[in-house]
């Protein structure tokens, strides 16, 4: 299994500040995605990237493949309340030879404090 | 709008008993999942299906088994549930292979 790293784990700001979670792998990947899942409910699709080097912007969330698709990263400017949750990365998992099947990061946590 | 709909949300079991979780979808998906969601692990595969009839294992399938006998419809079976099984279980589908998750909200199981 291609193994994906997620740091930090734990990440606690205020509100207003800015920070940057990160997404590493050892392997090569074709794509990877993001997902938010806030406390109760099933992860939701926030991104794809899909090109290394590609920057995606979603309003104050910016993602970025790197160059040789083995790390990604996500950045969030002047955080708010709501942006508080677990933020996964997944990434198609070819080990098995076949691409079946999504692997997961075990997630950042972000809580942002009022 | 249901999406994916997961039945039951709470259940405590006692070691050895046995349960199925249903997951259904409306959107005609081809895939569906089962995940379990551990602190500090993510979310695991358990066993996958690519469309009715069929089933296959993922990272984590020992003690579980599933079956897709409609389209929309996945269930997950514990036979013999054991204390390391407690766990929040995801089920997702997705319209194409590594495509979009959509996921429930979720089954918490305990087994004390």
């Known amino acids: 299994t291609q193994l994906l790293e997620q740091s930090p784990q734990f990440l606690s700001i205020q509100e207003g500040e800015n920070l940057t979670v990160y997404c590493n792998s050892s392997?090569?990947?074709?794509?990877l995605q993001w997902y938010r899942q806030e406390p109760g409910e099933g992860p939701v699709l926030l991104v794809t990237?899909?090109?290394?080097?590609e920057v995606k912007k979603l309003k104050r969330l910016t993602f970025q493949f790197g160059d040789a698709r083995k790390d990604s990263s996500l950045h969030i400017t002047a955080a708010q309340t709501g942006d508080t949750g677990l933020y996964l990365c997944?990434?198609?998992?070819?080990?098995?030879?076949?691409?079946?099947?999504?692997?997961f990061g075990s997630g950042t946590q972000l809580t942002v404090l009022p | 709008n249901a999406g994916v709909t997961q039945t039951p949300k709470f259940r405590v079991l006692k070691t050895g008993q046995s349960m199925t979780l249903l997951c259904a979808q409306d959107?005609?998906?081809?895939?569906m999942y089962w995940y379990r969601q551990d602190p500090g692990m993510g979310l695991r595969l358990i066993h996958y299906?690519?469309?009715?009839?069929?089933?296959a294992k993922g990272e984590v399938p020992d003690g579980y088994n599933v079956s897709r006998l409609k389209k929309q419809n996945f269930l997950l079976g514990l036979e013999s549930a054991a204390p390391s099984q407690t766990s929040v279980y995801f089920c997702?589908?997705?319209?194409?292979?590594?495509?979009?998750?959509?996921f429930g909200e979720g089954s918490r199981l305990t087994v004390l």
């Open positions: 392997s090569v990947f074709s794509s």
């Open positions: 997702a589908s997705s319209l194409y292979r590594t495509g979009e998750l959509f």
């Open positions: 990237v899909v090109t290394g080097g």
């Open positions: 299906s690519v469309g009715e009839g069929t089933t």
């Open positions: 959107m005609n998906h081809e895939y």
């Open positions: 997944a990434g198609p998992d070819f080990s098995s030879g076949s691409a079946r099947q999504l692997t």
